[in-house]
Each structure stands twice: as structure tokens, then as C-alpha cells.
């Protein structure tokens, strides 16, 4: 399974953190000093090698966490739209031009320093030298503390996303809490469906795969994402919501018509309604479950409410899970060149 794109974020270091540690390594180094050479001579070339080397651990420690971050515009759409959700991407990109610029000034202080130390002409004037050169290295860490501190907290953050693959077919599943939605997607799945933290909600999104005649497609259930109505969301949730149709090729809507869920059939139906509306052009399956739990006068009432076919199944009991299963796949394939041809055109834009 394609893994999330930051997932690999490294640990992120803070300004004193990184500073100790530079300085630190550095003098606990061993120098390798000739030991015909004169004091003078000893001094610069020691006092030449804890500038570099100090130098060098800040420089490839801000390096690692700038490579450690993709690159942003590469990122799938989905991911794109979450860490804007969870960081703001705007933010993200400057704090990492911001260590591109520490990176260059550090190796600009240690070229100039190093030299400097060369031509100096006591061993008290080549230890000024280096103390001049921690200082302003010192100097440009401190003006990036702000940024280590936001990379820092904003991998943490990212690290938790799902690991969900964008480019392989994707069923989401949709409708209140309770509804049976996860109990759907472990019926369809060739395997135990993982559990995934999500940043958005309290539980975890359930990712189901399931193996096709043409290649595998994923199902997933967001607790938390489409269970309530839109109304209720604040703004984080509401654009999380919106990545998902960087995401959904079909949606499957299910609901309870007996109710134990715990909501009416009324705001069930007005749910699906929202959904319908915010996820245009993606087809959507409408699903009754607990179909054993209601009687035959009940069920054609239910039934009425929806305009075209409804699905009857037992998600507990796998009747009828199928044949939702396949006619979304279906749907799928119908609209699968022409979704993935308008999202491609969308990115372009």
C-alpha cells in the first residue's frame, strides 16, 4: 500500500537544540594537528576545522528536514488540500525557504571564517575568529527559531494523515453514525480493513481494499467527515470534506430506516441531500440497511422518499453487499476516465 507523503518527516530540531548540538559535537571532536607544526600554525588549523564542523552539522541537519518535506506542488491534490487544512501549505513553504536561507548564510559565514582563520597571525586572534563565526551562526538559527518550531509541529501533525492511495479506485462510504457504514466496507474486503488515525475526527478512517478483474480498488469509511450534516461543521472539517472528491470516485450512501442508529430517517435522507449537492459529478449508490429490522409498509415508505433505485441489504449478514458493491464499481468504470480527466484539468488550472 502507497504510504502517505509525510510520512517519512524526520525529527525536527529547535533552534537551542540545534545549536547545542552543533557546538557541542564540535568540541568534543579530535583534531588532527602535526605535531611539528608551530602554536600559531596548531591554533588555525584547529580553530579553521570547529568552524567548518560546526558549520556543516547545522547545515546538513537543516538539509535533512528540507528533503524530508516533498515537494508541495507535487503533492496529490488530496494531501495538498489536507495540509492546507492542517498547516496551511503557504505557511509550510515559507518556513522551508526559510531554512534555505539559514543554509546559505551558515555557508557563507563558514567560507568566509575559514579563510579569515588562514591568515590570521595569533592563536588568541584565530579563537576570536571562530567565537564571531558561532556567534552569527548562532545569530541566523535564532531568527529561524519561529519556522523550526512550526516544522516541527506541523510534522507531527502531517505524519498522522492517512495512508490512502489516490491513484487506485476509491468507493467512499457515507451516511450517520451507525448506520452499518464499517460493517459495509469489512464485508467487501479481501482483507481485515486497516484503521487509520485522521486529523479531522475522533476515530479512525477505515480503508478496506478489495481485489477486481481489472486491478483493486479501495473503500473507505471517514467517522466523523460524513455523518452529520454540513451545517455542524466548522471550517476545518468542511474542507476536509472537500478533499475527498479529489478522492471518491463513486460515493455509497447507506442508511437505517429503522432507526436504531440512533437518527431519523428524515435526517438521514436530508444528509444525503448535502452530500449529493457538495460532491457533484460523482455518482453515488443509495443504500437501506437493517432491511430486517423494519416491516414491508415501512420499507416502501422509505423507498418513496428516494427519486431512483435504492439498494436493500444486511450489511451484518453480507445480503445484498455484493450487488452494491458491483453496481459501484460499475459506476465507477462509466465515469472513471472522464472524473480523472476533468481532475487532471482541474490541477492544470
Excluded at 16 to 22: H, P, Q
Excluded at 331 to 348: A, E, P, T
Aim: net charge positive; glycine share 6%; aromatic share 8%.
Amino acid at each position: 500500500m502507497a504510504k502517505q507523503p509525510f510520512s517519512n518527516l524526520g525529527t525536527v530540531l529547535l533552534a537551542d537544540e540545534l545549536i547545542d548540538l552543533a557546538f557541542r559535537r564540535t568540541s568534543k571532536a579530535v583534531v588532527a594537528v602535526p605535531s611539528k607544526r608551530s602554536p600559531r600554525a596548531k591554533a588555525r588549523i584547529r580553530e579553521e576545522f570547529r568552524i567548518k564542523n560546526a558549520g556543516h552539522t547545522i547545515i546538513v541537519k537543516l538539509k535533512t528536514i528540507i528533503k524530508k518535506f516533498p515537494r508541495l506542488d507535487e503533492v496529490h491534490p488530496f494531501y495538498y488540500e489536507l495540509a492546507d487544512v492542517l498547516v496551511g501549505v503557504g505557511n509550510l513553504k515559507k518556513s522551508l525557504a526559510a531554512l534555505k536561507w539559514a543554509v546559505k548564510m551558515i555557508n557563507g559565514f563558514v567560507k568566509k571564517n575559514s579563510r579569515a582563520v588562514k591568515r590570521v597571525m595569533t592563536s588568541i586572534g584565530a579563537a576570536n575568529l571562530r567565537r564571531k563565526a558561532y556567534g552569527r551562526m548562532a545569530s541566523v538559527i535564532f531568527q529561524i527559531e519561529k519556522d523550526l518550531e512550526f516544522l516541527k509541529e506541523a510534522g507531527a501533525k502531517l505524519r498522522k494523515l492517512p495512508s490512502i492511495d489516490p491513484s487506485i479506485r476509491t468507493v467512499v462510504v457515507a451516511g450517520y453514525a451507525n448506520v452499518g457504514k464499517s460493517t459495509f466496507v469489512k464485508q467487501i474486503s479481501t482483507a481485515k480493513p486497516e484503521i487509520n488515525s485522521y486529523p479531522f475526527t475522533t476515530k479512525g478512517v477505515v480503508v478496506g481494499h478489495k481485489k477486481t478483474e481489472l486491478d483493486h480498488c479501495q473503500i473507505i469509511d471517514t467517522p466523523g467527515l460524513l455523518d452529520r450534516p454540513l451545517k455542524e461543521r466548522n471550517p476545518i472539517e468542511l474542507q476536509a470534506i472537500i478533499a475527498l472528491k479529489h478522492l471518491a470516485h463513486v460515493i455509497i450512501f447507506i442508511t437505517d430506516p429503522s432507526e436504531t442508529c440512533g437518527y431519523s430517517f428524515k435526517r438521514q435522507l436530508s444528509l444525503f441531500r448535502e452530500i449529493s449537492k457538495m460532491f457533484v459529478g460523482i455518482p453515488l449508490v443509495k443504500v437501506i440497511n437493517k432491511i430486517d429490522l423494519v416491516d414491508q409498509a415501512s420499507l416502501r415508505r422509505v423507498k418513496r422518499d428516494f427519486t431512483n433505485h435504492v439498494y436493500e441489504v444486511v450489511a451484518k449478514e453480507g445480503k445484498g453487499v455484493q450487488e452494491v458493491f458491483e453496481e459501484a464499481l460499475g459506476l465507477i468504470d462509466v465515469n472513471y476516465k472522464n472524473l480523472r480527466k476533468n481532475r487532471l484539468l482541474s490541477q492544470d488550472l
